[in-house]
């Protein structure tokens, strides 16, 4: 009798531990709980909470946030020195407030840049929306080394310790792996990326940092960024991972493919980010790419699915998320996290891009931001891998 309330509470113990281990996943986070994180991108209808039913998934579904524009140079310091902090600390805080996972998108880019930020007259130009950009010839060498110091430092250093993880380069390679010709490299040649790196870890030590691009199935792509990595490694610089960004498209590229490239990654020691996950439903007549100034005109038939996805696509497109979702589990002690560009199909740059004004449903939740049926197919078996 003595021993009854000991005994009483490793009983309630033991069964209170089983009951936990019986409970079954109800999101994607908790499907993928002890494997990696999974991202949603926010626009500022999330962050601002104007946009309350995708506010209410990402806080529901996602265990990590990217911010979609609202980091970009563009849009942050739009005239030299001139810093618009407003809705990136919407986007922080809005991750603070829920827990998430923040990641910063992103410090170096050809794109989105600013229009100032390489040109001699930049220094003078006043933003006025819709204003052309500020052409050549590009600032010296030294005043874009100033320049883009002061960019990394200032953006990485506002948000030390809220930021968890920075893209430090975006797309700095053409798909034959050779630089792009973007002013980064025709002005400071590979050199640039060693600065960025160095610069962003200086600023926050603790962040995680890393390299990221699309098309990253194609072998001489993803064997230069090897040899980035194995570089940025030798000369002591902080490297965390490599990011595929996989705008995947209903045929290419194959599971295969993405696996080969994964593997030659994780073999240089770095981690992987799945980070601009989205599938296109749609018709693919051009060449694959992300690079968002390729555009395409709009022809009825690349837009088949005005309204709403036939059975047969949609049951593809499920299957076929559901085969990459079984390698990205597979490799998840080299997968960190898995973001998918958007919050649901409604608000997806994939009905703009490439082509203007079509409708597209490449994202895990539709438009009443229901989740696919490869979602439930996710959060019934995840744990089991
Ligand atoms: C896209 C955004 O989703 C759009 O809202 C914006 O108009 C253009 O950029 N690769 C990237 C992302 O790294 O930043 C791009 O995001 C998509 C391609």
Redesign the pocket.
Same mark, same amino acid.
């Given at each position: 009798m003595k021993n009854f309330p000991k005994l009483l509470i490793v009983l309630l113990a033991v069964t209170a531990l089983a009951s936990c281990a019986d409970k079954k996943p109800a999101t994607l986070a908790e499907a993928f709980k002890g494997k990696f994180t999974i991202g949603a991108?926010l626009?500022k209808g999330v962050y601002s909470g104007t946009d309350t039913a995708a506010a209410n998934l990402v806080i529901r579904q996602f265990s990590s946030i990217t911010a979609?524009?609202c980091m970009?140079q563009e849009n942050i310091q739009p005239e030299k020195g001139k810093f618009y902090w407003d809705e990136a600390e919407a986007f922080v805080s809005f991750g603070e407030k829920y827990d998430k996972e923040i990641i910063g998108?992103?410090l170096v880019?050809h794109? +989105?840049m600013a229009r100032w930020f390489a040109f001699e007259d930049g220094a003078k130009f006043e933003f006025i929306p819709g204003q052309r950009p500020v052409f050549p010839p590009y600032c010296s060498k030294e005043e874009f080394l100033e320049r883009m110091h002061d960019h990394i430092t200032t953006l990485v250093s506002h948000f030390k310790g809220r930021v968890d993880v920075w893209e430090v380069c975006? $797309?700095i390679l053409e798909d034959d792996g050779t630089f792009r010709k973007s002013p980064y490299y025709n002005i400071l040649g590979e050199e640039f990326v060693y600065l960025a790196f160095q610069w962003a870890h200086e600023a926050d030590p603790d962040a995680r940092l890393y390299l990221?691009d699309?098309n990253m199935h194609i072998p001489a792509k993803v064997d230069t960024y090897v040899r980035l990595v194995k570089e940025l490694q030798s000369r002591g610089l902080r490297v965390d991972a490599v990011g595929m +960004?996989e705008?995947l498209d209903i045929n290419n590229p194959t599971v295969e493919e993405f696996e080969t490239s994964l593997n030659k990654i994780a073999a240089t020691g770095v981690k992987v980010y799945i980070t $601009?996950w989205d599938m296109s439903a749609l018709p693919n007549p051009y060449l694959m790419s992300?690079e968002?100034t390729n555009r395409f005109e709009y022809t009825p038939e690349t837009d088949p699915y005005k309204e709403g996805l036939s059975a047969e696509q949609s049951k593809l497109w499920n299957n076929r998320v559901q085969s990459f979702v079984e390698c990205y589990l597979k490799h998840a002690d080299v997968i960190d996290r898995w973001t998918q560009?958007?919050t649901t199909d409604a608000t997806s740059?994939k009905n703009g891009?490439p082509i203007h004004g079509r409708t597209d449903y490449p994202l895990l939740f539709d438009r009443a931001c229901q989740p696919k049926p490869v979602v439930n197919w996710i959060i019934a078996n995840a744990q089991k891998f």
């Open positions: 991108t626009n979609e524009n970009k998108h992103n880019w794109s +989105q975006n $797309e990221n699309y +960004q705008h $601009e992300a968002i560009w958007g740059w891009f």
